[in-house]
């Protein structure tokens, strides 16, 4: 039973899709069981992605919502969901990633047929967690997106190590959906035992201070763990290298941005905001989140490691944003608040577009040479020149250069930090706070740059490193079709900045319930401090114009008639090698010595020596960070409880007059209560 | 009419094993089941008898099935069914083996009958005494069955179950004494003065302090029986030693049975106290008996006692869904116990498998059972997910129904702590799953022939689970509505 | 003469007050034998109690209460206790856990304790013309003394010692709330016990054959 | 802002990037001169940044067998950006030419473009030097981006915006108020990070030729001909502009508020006289001091971030 409130034009269209995106992604788990069609599956898969694509932006467009609800257990409707512009953003972003995802794979075989139905029923998942708008099926939908992810990261035959890092994943993730559960509970027990959202909202404002706080807590807890925000952060570096590329570009892309929006719908739609200090929290992780995660990504040498810590440092950007944001809803600054939501919003979609690009390229690279390894690539550039090109617009997104789409959401996030920190509303120790995050988020911007010329450069330049990058192919052309269409998404985005950035703003506002725009709070043109000053603005397309006719005329006029002259590259003298090259651990050095401090290096330096002589046959050199979270905390903690169990097993210690003894001093001890 | 229906559903069983006592081969098989077919098509019948009747009565009254002992009957008989289903297998590989003797496959089958007619009996009497002696009957047969096979472990096990079940449902008689001088007091001595009915029509005139102290009996003998903590402490040896078979018998159903006993005092506490005593002893002893399961499934060897905890864990957890009350708590508890039952059923069955496989319990031993034996690991891995509340189990909708029916009843803390439980317990099972079912294999058994009846049992109720999970059938529903009307909810 | 209510509530008095000095005996004692041979005797001071109740109020049932009582506790079951001493090797509980004096004394307090405590008026007090004060403490402190017996024992056969002492102090109990249970119940309890006992045989021959002793020190393997 | 009008907007950007594009090299020459005085040496002429462009300019360029289309095109993408960023910044009046089409991320954006652009152009040719300068380049920049954008970040929330058009408008303003505490500490730390950033001591040797000492030279090392000409014009540039920067964001005194040729002819010239004091500055430094170990700079580069910061903190905890 579908209804659409107010059938604008096209709106008509649009529970169709929801629907076809459903059913397609239902067939094509379906077609995946059947050995002789299997090979459907992705494309039918792609389609319902292009379908959510399509709901997604025609929500956007047009305005209306969509609601719909299906069958019941225990009374408990298991599909219950009405698609706002909130849900409409992430929609898009999901279509986006998940459309080139299963388009990347068209014609490949999956690691198994089960994998292969899994994947699918996953996008299905995300689809209903974004929709979702009662307790129930939110979360129905939700552990069934972990469950199918975590299978899909462990696959039918793991190695120790993956399945070491699926019970990671699946552990944390579970906790973390216990705590959502608790959270939702309390919230409809202060709703007279309403299990929908809208009910929520309209009891939100009766809450008791203590319930409030506990629940945003929990919620906080819960969503931030899904989304891999520093600390909760530990499974994702463990779970997304272990999946299939594809289905790492939809986990990185799409799946940790539940998490986000899990924590926009509960905070800022249904409780409006949270207390003063949520937002300076949420703040604060968000900053860690982004420095650490790309500080840890460049001291990684494997590309799918490397590109999972900077999901933990995209999430981070992402959560300064929305902790500005909640920090300037709870002083009232509604204006600045909503253009901090509005850059949330937007750094996930550029995040879902760029993310998944570079997962899709890191599987192209790993489909060619077979190598995860940076160390030992090299030189691909020649062998697979489109992948380099669309990994480097990638790259370039990821690292925040204008006119791409990271600037644009980047430079929104800075605007709100700007304002948050100029504000009159916002008392001066958070205003502080604020000003210390715009350095955070400059360092980090600038630590993506260097982590991302390592990356492409040790890849795809240089000579390479190893027979098998030298062996190296140009990857299937549904591949390079997916990361062209994600590399046009990334352009596309940054220069259209000005109307999505507008359209976003306006869902901003309708989900902090706040009217219309009262200042000039439009992009291009928003001002940090309505009234003082001139406005600060971004012209995405003039700008971006302006740089590729720069680069036009310069490349036109130094272009030479004569052919360069062919030389070997210098080094001082003799003929180059592959091994004179910066490597990928070489790269990273000076910034982890830089920041030794906190990265804890252990270097290793093993020297064999031709006998007899003092001249060296062999030198091995090793060089490991220390993950200060896991090693100083994480693992102590879990010795710890496993000596407290193994304490509390001394219980049932085997003797029959123990456990007469503990049924007599039980009863005493009712006896005892009652009287 | 019922009369003989309920006279053939407890005497069936009986004289066939009587029969069966001393045969041996396929023909003891052959009387078994014919016997447990005989029962299970009258129990059958009076469970869907009671739907639309509302209550089904036998002599005199003597007899009377409302909604929820027809729904605890018919789990009795479906799990008794896959226990029967699976014993040739098992017992044939007992005998194999050498662990059992030959000619005891003839007690083995008269003992497992008794077994479940003493079963049977329990939800059928209405008199809270008889009650009481059908569940201590059940606990000397199952003593038996649990120690069939004479090793030390088995008979320890059984010793200790036997005392401990004997001196625990000592106290639940306390309780019936306590309720009969209660009731006594008001009706004077009559037959019916312990019939639950009566007692429930008349439970505001009957005296608190008799009936305080009653509840408190009940609680700690029959929650011996159920496995509560501290009183657990023999559930863990029983369920790991008893034939597999049997396990899925005590596990899935004798809990049960002992759970619906406590029930009915329970119900008699909160109609002649009000609900708040009886409520809050239940909610503390499920909490705590949660958190005493779980570094004992945290930390654990053997794979039917981490199975056995895990039982503990789901009684303390029906057991708060029970204290919680309201309507969706009960709701949850309704569907969790069939559930629970049948996965647990299932799980110690294919336990049994793998054990039998690799000729060893221990979880150190029984790893990669994704090559050495794909049916059984299979269903015992997607049993502890079903177990562990992941959709689309159904126990994600009844753990969803139990936690949020409890804080919405204001038991904040309690629910609160029986969500991170539950998550932790899940996390325990994952990790010894993941390991059994990918872990390095040791030196392994060839396979054991995968016959398809077995692939069946095994896949068939967690299938059904699983379809619990996204959709309740329609008179499914209603029974479950009339059970949580009969737990309490009414009003609410 | 005639029986009257008076007289059998004083020998239901007398009778329970002797059942729990003979159950302070039994804590005391270290010969299994004896204490099989005690339990006996208990369970005769409360048919005797019984009947005397029975012939008081003139009911039947209680009458044939008091025979099943004498004759299955009373005579069946310790024969079939002392029929499984003989054929184990050890007859004297050697080193409990709780020495003879010491239990002797742990169940003196109990007795006294249980006096204190538990007052028959505030269960709504005795019930018709027979009224025993005493019953009721007394039945408690049966309970609690066999349970005593059960933790502080270590050989098998004296641990279901115990357990029947705890089983006369239900039935005592009984008596003393409720002159019985109604008789289908009583006949369903005795059957019972009985079962207990007999698979309490089966279980002590198989761990004689198997661990070569009765004592509960070779069952504490099963732990975690 | 009075309402902008085309041809007023087309004029100023193009006297701007004359202006940039004419000065840049005589700026550098400037430095090299002073130094080489202090060094007690006569030095290059004036001239000779110029005649060096040149030179490349005509030259048959080299190229490395192993280097492809990114060290083909990346010069463009170098040069192309920070010509953009030129158009972007103040120079000669307070405003820039392109009214409201980026602030000072945008700049700081397209700087950073154009370092991407140049360092994975220097790893192309599989060289040990280029990747050796791009690596140490990358590094040495993210420790200065922080102290680079808070200090831009204190001007910009006193102006109450981050343009830098509307922040110099602002400083011009508030007259000599302009120079407390807090403004002054910003400004310290962005003079770090314009040695930073442009390669002088003691953070890098710009005129040094041992390979191994060499940070933004390495990374020109594989190139030749245009492409050199281009990368060496391309950093002369980004000084001008970094200065320029300095001067409107701390030192806008001078620089017209009105558009009459008057006002723009005298701002002009304050502005060459501005950039012309900070590159002395930088002479006397490469002079003076000498170059430091790469494991010291986060000392001198984290001392910009916390300076940048205390500036903030002064403004906003204690205003």
Redesign the interface.
């Known amino acids: 039973m579908i209804v659409t409130p107010d059938g604008a034009l096209g709106a008509s269209l649009l529970p169709a899709f929801w629907v076809a995106a459903l059913a397609l992604f239902v067939l094509a788990a379906a077609v995946a069981c059947v050995p002789r069609v299997s090979a459907l599956s992705p494309t039918l898969s792609t389609a319902g992605s292009v379908c959510a694509l399509a709901l997604g932006c025609g929500l956007l467009l047009s305005g209306v919502s969509l609601t719909a609800s299906g ?6 409707a ?1 599909i219950s969901v009405r698609y706002d512009g909130l849900s409409a953003v992430f929609l898009a972003a999901f279509g986006l990633s998940a459309a080139a995802a299963s388009l990347s794979v068209v014609g490949e075989r999956p690691r198994s047929r089960p994998e292969g139905a899994a994947f699918p029923l996953f996008l299905a998942s995300i689809v209903l967690v974004l929709g979702a708008n009662a ?2 099926s939110f ?2 939908a939700w ?2 997106m ?2 199918l992810s975590a299978f899909l990261v ?1 696959g ?3 190695t ?1 190590a993956v ?1 070491s890092a ?2 990671v994943y ?2 944390m993730t ?2 973390a ?2 705590a959502i ?2 959270a ?3 919230l ?2 202060s709703s007279g ?1 309403a ?1 929908d959202f809208v009910a929520w909202h309209a009891a939100a404002p009766g809450l008791a201070p203590v319930t409030r706080d506990v629940i945003l807590v929990l919620v906080s807890a819960g969503f931030l763990t899904k989304a891999g925000a520093m600390p909760f952060h530990v499974w994702l570096p463990r779970a997304h290298p272990a999946a299939p590329s594809h289905v790492s570009a939809v986990m990185s892309g799409v799946m940790i941005k539940t998490g986000i929006y899990g924590l926009i719908r509960v905070i800022v739609d249904i409780m409006g905001g949270g207390p003063d200090g949520l937002g300076l929290l949420i703040l604060g992780v968000g900053a860690v989140s982004a420095v650490m995660g790309v500080l840890y990504a460049l001291m990684q040498h494997d590309m799918k490691r490397l590109l999972a810590f900077h999901s933990i440092e995209n999430i981070g950007i992402i959560l300064i944003g929305l902790g500005t944001a909640l920090l300037l809803q709870a002083r009232g600054a509604t204006d600045l608040a909503a253009l901090a939501l509005a850059a949330a919003m937007f750094h996930s979609v550029n995040h879902a577009a760029f993310k998944s690009l570079l997962f899709l390229g890191a599987g192209a690279v790993v489909h060619a040479t077979g190598l995860h390894d940076l160390n030992h690539l ?2 691909l ?2 062998k697979m ?1 489109a992948t380099m090109l669309v990994f ?1 617009v990638g790259a ?1 997104a990821i ?4 006119p791409l789409n990271g ?1 644009a959401s980047e ?1 929104l996030t ?2 709100g930090l ?1 304002g948050a ?2 504000s009159g509303a916002v008392e ?2 958070a ?2 706070g604020a ?2 995050a ?6 980090t ?3 993506a ?2 982590c ?3 990356a ?3 890849t795809f ?3 390479p490193r190893s027979a098998a990058a030298a062996a190296a192919s140009e990857t299937t052309p549904p591949a390079r079709f997916a990361m062209g269409f994600l590399a046009a998404v990334c352009v596309v985005l940054g220069l259209a900045a000005g109307p999505v950035a507008s359209a976003l703003l306006t869902v901003a506002r309708s989900t902090m319930h706040a009217g219309a725009a009262t200042a000039t709070a439009t992009v ?2 928003v ?3 309505p ?9 995405a397309l ?2 971006g114009l ?3 006719a ?6 036109a006029a ?1 272009r ?1 008639r ?1 052919t ?9 003298g003799i003929a ?1 090698k ?1 091994a ?3 490597t990928a651990t ?6 982890q ?2 920041f030794r401090r906190i990265l804890v290096p252990e270097r290793e330096v093993h020297v064999e020596y031709v006998p007899g002589t003092r001249f060296p046959s062999s030198i091995r050199y090793r060089s490991e960070i220390t993950l200060l979270l896991e090693e100083r905390v994480l693992k102590p903690a879990h010795g710890l ?2 000596q ?3 304490f ?2 001394k ?17 005493l001890a ?2 005892l209560w ?1 009287r | 009419m019922n009369d003989w229906v309920v006279g053939v559903l407890l005497l069936a069983p009986i004289i066939g094993g009587l029969i069966a006592w001393p045969l041996h081969g396929r023909l003891v098989e052959f009387v078994a089941i014919a016997a447990f077919c005989v029962a299970a098509s009258a129990g059958l019948g009076l469970a869907t008898a009671v739907p639309g009747a509302g209550r089904v009565t036998a002599f005199h009254g003597g007899v009377s099935i409302d909604a929820l002992g027809a729904y605890v009957l018919g789990l009795t008989v479906i799990v008794a069914a896959l226990a029967l289903w699976a014993s040739p297998r098992y017992i044939r590989h007992e005998l194999a083996a050498g662990d059992l003797r030959p000619g005891d496959e003839g007690h083995y089958y008269a003992l497992f009958l008794w077994f479940v007619a003493t079963l049977i009996a329990v939800p059928l009497v209405d008199n809270l005494g008889l009650l009481w002696v059908a569940i201590e009957a059940t606990t000397v047969v199952s003593a038996l069955l649990v120690g069939i096979n004479r090793s030390p472990d088995a008979i320890e096990a059984a010793w200790k179950y036997l005392i401990l079940g004997t001196i625990g449902v000592g106290f639940a008689l306390f309780a019936t004494l306590l309720a009969y001088a209660s009731s006594v007091h008001v009706l004077g001595e009559s037959s019916d003065a312990l019939n639950w009915t009566r007692l429930m029509s008349i439970a505001p005139h009957l005296n608190p302090n008799l009936l305080r102290l009653s509840f408190i009996f009940a609680l700690a003998g029959y929650g011996t029986k159920v496995g509560l903590v501290p009183f657990h402490t023999w559930l863990p040896d029983a369920h790991s030693q008893a034939p597999s078979p049997v396990s899925a018998l005590l596990s899935g159903v004798s809990l049960i049975a002992a759970l619906y006993a406590l029930i009915r005092f329970h119900l008699v506490a909160m109609a002649g106290l009000g609900s708040s005593f009886s409520s809050t002893l239940l909610v503390v002893f499920g909490l705590l008996s949660m958190a005493v399961a779980l570094p004992f499934m945290i930390r654990q060897e053997d794979l039917k006692r981490l199975l056995a905890y895990s039982s503990v864990e789901h009684m303390g957890l029906l057991a708060m869904g029970i204290g919680f009350g309201g309507p969706l708590a009960l709701l949850g508890v309704a569907l969790h116990i069939g559930l629970h039952a049948i996965t647990k059923a299932t799980l110690f069955l294919s336990a049994g498998e793998l054990a039998q496989q690799y000729g060893s319990r221990r979880l150190s031993a029984i790893r990669g059972t994704f090559r050495a034996a794909p049916v059984a690991g299979g269903a015992l891995g997607g049993g502890l997910l079903m177990l562990g509340g992941l959709p689309p189990s159904g126990m994600f909708v009844t753990e969803f129904a139990i936690v949020v029916g409890g804080i919405t009843r204001g038991y904040w803390w309690a629910a609160a702590l029986a969500a991170l439980l539950l998550a932790c317990c899940f996390v325990a099972l994952a990790v010894h799953g993941s390991r059994i079912v990918w872990g390095h294999a040791g030196p392994v058994e060839a396979a054991r022939g995968i016959d398809g009846a077995m692939a069946l049992r095994l896949a068939a109720p967690l299938l059904v689970v699983a379809a619990l999970g996204l959709w309740t059938p329609g008179p499914l529903a209603a029974a479950l509505d009339s059970i949580r009307a009969i737990l309490g909810a009414t009003g609410v | 003469m005639t029986f009257t209510a008076v007289d059998a509530a004083r020998l239901l008095d007398a009778c329970s007050t002797s059942i729990v000095l003979i159950g302070v005996l039994i804590a005391g004692t270290r010969s299994i034998g004896r204490a099989i041979w005690l339990v006996a005797a208990q369970a005769i001071l409360l048919s005797a109690a019984v009947a005397g109740v029975g012939l008081a109020t003139g009911s039947n049932h209680l009458l044939l209460g008091s025979l099943v009582t004498l004759s299955s506790r009373g005579i069946v079951v310790p024969l079939a206790l002392g029929h499984i001493l003989r054929g184990s090797p050890v007859r004297q509980e050697r080193n409990p856990y709780l020495g003879p004096r010491l239990s002797l004394i742990a169940a003196i307090a109990i007795v006294f304790v249980a006096f204190m405590a538990v007052d028959s008026a505030a269960l709504g007090g005795s019930l018709g013309p027979v009224s025993a004060p005493r019953a009721l403490p007394a039945s408690v402190a049966e309970v609690l003394t066999g349970l005593l017996i059960a933790m502080t024992r270590r050989k098998g056969l004296s641990i279901v010692v115990g357990l029947l002492v705890f089983e006369n102090g239900l039935a005592l109990t009984a008596f003393s709330l409720t002159y019985g249970m109604p008789f289908l119940v009583e006949l369903g309890a005795t059957f019972d016990l009985l079962m207990v006992v007999a698979v309490v045989g089966v279980y002590t021959r198989r761990m004689l054959t198997v661990c070569g002793s009765l004592s509960t020190d070779q069952l504490r393997n099963l732990r975690g | 802002m009075s309402a902008i009008e085309p041809t007023t907007t087309v004029f100023l950007a193009v006297l701007q990037l004359a202006a940039f594009v004419l000065f840049a090299p005589f700026l550098t020459a400037t430095i090299r001169r002073t130094k080489a005085l202090l060094q007690s040496r006569r030095g290059p002429g004036l001239l000779q940044p110029y005649r060096d462009l040149a030179k490349w300019w005509g030259k048959l360029p080299l190229e490395s067998n192993v280097s492809g289309p990114v060290a083909r095109y990346a010069p463009a993408f170098v040069l192309g950006a920070i010509l953009t960023a030129a158009l972007l910044v103040p120079l000669a009046t307070s405003r820039t030419p392109l009214v409201s089409w980026g602030d000072l991320l945008v700049v700081v954006g397209l700087f950073a473009a154009a370092r991407f652009a140049l360092a994975l152009a220097a790893m192309d040719a599989g060289s040990a030097f280029g990747g050796m300068g791009s690596s140490r380049d990358v590094a040495i920049s993210a420790l200065a981006e922080p102290g680079l954008v808070l200090a831009l970040a204190g001007a910009a929330i006193a102006a109450g915006s981050s343009d830098l058009g509307a922040i110099s408008a602002f400083g011009i303003g508030r007259g000599l108020d302009l120079l407390d505490p807090a403004h002054l500490l910003a400004a310290a730390a962005f003079g770090i990070v314009i040695i930073a950033e442009t390669g002088h001591h003691p953070v890098d040797n710009p005129d040094t030729h041992l390979e191994l000492t060499m940070i933004h030279e390495g990374m020109l090392l594989e190139a030749s001909g245009r492409s050199l000409a281009t990368l060496v014009f391309a950093s002369e540039l980004k000084l001008a502009v970094l200065a320029a920067i300095f001067s409107a964001a701390f030192f806008p005194f001078g620089a017209a508020t009105e558009l009459a040729p008057g006002p723009i002819a005298l701002g002009l010239v304050l502005g060459f006289v501005k950039m012309l004091v900070i590159g002395q500055a930088l002479a006397l430094l490469d002079a003076s001091v000498a170059r430091a170990r790469i494991l010291t700079l986060p000392d001198l580069l984290g001392l910009a971030s916390v300076l940048a910061l205390a500036g903030l903190g002064i403004q906003v905890l204690l205003p």
């Open positions: 069958s019941h257990v225990l009374g408990l298991t307790a129930f979360l129905l552990e069934s972990t469950l462990v039918l035959r793991p120790r399945v699926g019970n699946l552990a579970h906790v959906t216990a559960l608790v939702f509970a309390l409809a027990a035992g299990l090299g030189g550039g020649r020149p480097g370039a690292s925040g250069l204008p600037f430079w800075f605007q700007f920190a100029g001066p120790l205003r502080f000003a210390a715009v350095g955070a988020l400059a360092l911007t600038a630590l740059v260097a991302f010329v390592k492409t450069g040790v330049l240089g000579l291009p043109a001002t940090s401090t009234g003082s000053g001139q406005a600060a603005t971004y012209a003039t700008v302006l740089v590729a720069a680069i036009a005329v310069v490349a130094s030479r004569t360069a002259r062919r030389v070997d590259t210098w080094t001082c180059p592959p004179f090259q910066y070489s790269y990273a050095k000076p910034i010595l830089f409880s496993l407290a169990a193994d509390a097993r219980l049932q210690a085997g003797a029959i007059q123990l456990y007469i003894a503990y049924i007599v001093l039980a009863v009712l006896l009652a």
